[in-house]
């Protein structure tokens, strides 16, 4: 399979076809919040409040694991998603898969995406999203249908990326567990760079696996894609 940086051509499609994807006709059953440290809070918050609000999506979903990089905790996200009017019966929570932490034992993008997929296995869900700051959805993603490949959902979840509302690409952030901090611009090649080395050691698929994940998704072929 393709990598990453081999191939701009499927890296280019990817990256549009991410950040452009559509939400189905039909309300998602549910919605996984990413990223939801301090500088990319309200992005990510507004995003799903609105969606919600919008009757878009049933059930917003947060992690909670309480050291996730920088991320504020469950019960303040859940406080101020109650308290702008998202029903307590409609925040669902989960923990991270702890052995897809990166080398510094933090949880990162695959724990998360993978810790999220059993969860949507175990709710029995069939149509999902995850919001992200733009400057993070793709590998959010990625991390989503890699979870979706590793459990054998490939073929019978249909997973959307969704971006938060839009921030300012020179605010100063800190991201990847505290250990960068710069203008959100700066971050790209960075993303880029994990996105790289987590296919590599096998955490994540290929970006050719996504683009035909979101191929069959669309009503393509509906053979097994992700092998």
């Not at 998360?112 to 969860?119: D, P, T």
Request: proline share 4%.
């Amino acid at each position: 399979m393709t990598g990453f940086r081999e191939n701009q051509e499927n890296l280019f499609e990817l990256i549009h076809r991410v950040l452009g994807d559509h939400l189905p006709s039909e309300p998602l059953e549910a919605v996984y919040l990413f990223d939801l440290s301090s500088p990319n809070k309200s992005s990510i918050l507004e995003r799903a409040i609105k969606l919600y609000q919008q009757g878009r999506v049933r059930k917003l979903v947060l992690n909670n694991e309480g050291d996730l990089d920088g991320s504020i905790s469950y019960q303040q996200c859940a406080e101020e998603l109650i308290a702008r009017g998202v029903s307590k019966s409609d925040l669902l929570a989960f923990k991270p898969a702890p052995e897809f932490r990166g080398p510094t034992g933090r949880y990162n993008a695959s724990s998360q995406g993978e810790g999220f997929v059993r969860f949507i296995k175990e709710s029995g869900y069939r149509s999902v999203g995850c919001i992200a700051p733009t400057f993070h959805l793709v590998r959010a993603f990625v991390a989503v249908v890699s979870g979706l490949a590793h459990n054998n959902l490939q073929n019978t979840v249909r997973a959307y990326a969704i971006p938060g509302e839009s921030q300012s690409w020179d605010e100063e952030i800190v991201h990847f567990q505290g250990a960068i901090k710069g203008p959100r611009k700066n971050l790209l090649k960075d993303e880029l760079a994990r996105l790289a080395s987590y296919s590599a050691r096998g955490d994540q698929v290929s970006g050719e696996v996504v683009l035909n994940y979101l191929n069959q998704r669309e009503g393509g072929n509906r053979a097994d894609v992700l092998r």
